[in-house]
């Protein structure tokens, strides 16, 4: 992901101060998500338009990386991490 031009809104003495111009490449995103999803899914037809949907999911294995630059300030940061979830929706 990428974001251009910057303004700041709350505190005069942060960054963004004076404002960066929208044509001018400001941040960067770039993020990594992997797992191993163990889960399964239903659906109930209730009546004939009404549908009532499940969902449960348990993952053993999650791993995630990021990188967040700040282009102006030369500024990376690199984020890693692992670990494992549920979900019931």
Same mark, same amino acid.
């Given at each position: 992901?990428?974001?251009f031009?910057?303004?700041?809104?709350?505190?005069?003495?942060?960054?963004?101060?004076?404002p960066i111009?929208?044509?001018?490449?400001a941040?960067t995103?770039?993020d990594?998500?992997?797992?191993i999803?163990?889960g399964?899914a239903? $659906?109930? *037809? !209730? =009546?004939?338009?009404?549908k009532?949907?499940?969902? &449960?999911?348990?993952l053993?294995?999650?791993?995630?990386?990021?990188? $967040?630059? *700040? !282009? =102006?300030?030369?500024l990376?940061?690199?984020?890693? &991490?692992?670990?494992e979830?549920?979900s019931?929706?």
């Amino acid at each position: 992901m990428k974001a251009f031009g910057c303004t700041q809104l709350a505190s005069p003495f942060s960054v963004c101060v004076p404002p960066i111009l929208n044509s001018v490449l400001a941040f960067t995103e770039k993020d990594t998500w992997q797992s191993i999803r163990l889960g399964t899914a239903a $659906d109930f *037809h !209730v =009546l004939p338009r009404v549908k009532v949907s499940a969902d &449960a999911a348990y993952l053993p294995y999650v791993w995630f990386n990021g990188t $967040d630059n *700040h !282009v =102006l300030r030369s500024l990376v940061s690199l984020r890693t &991490a692992t670990g494992e979830a549920c979900s019931l929706t």
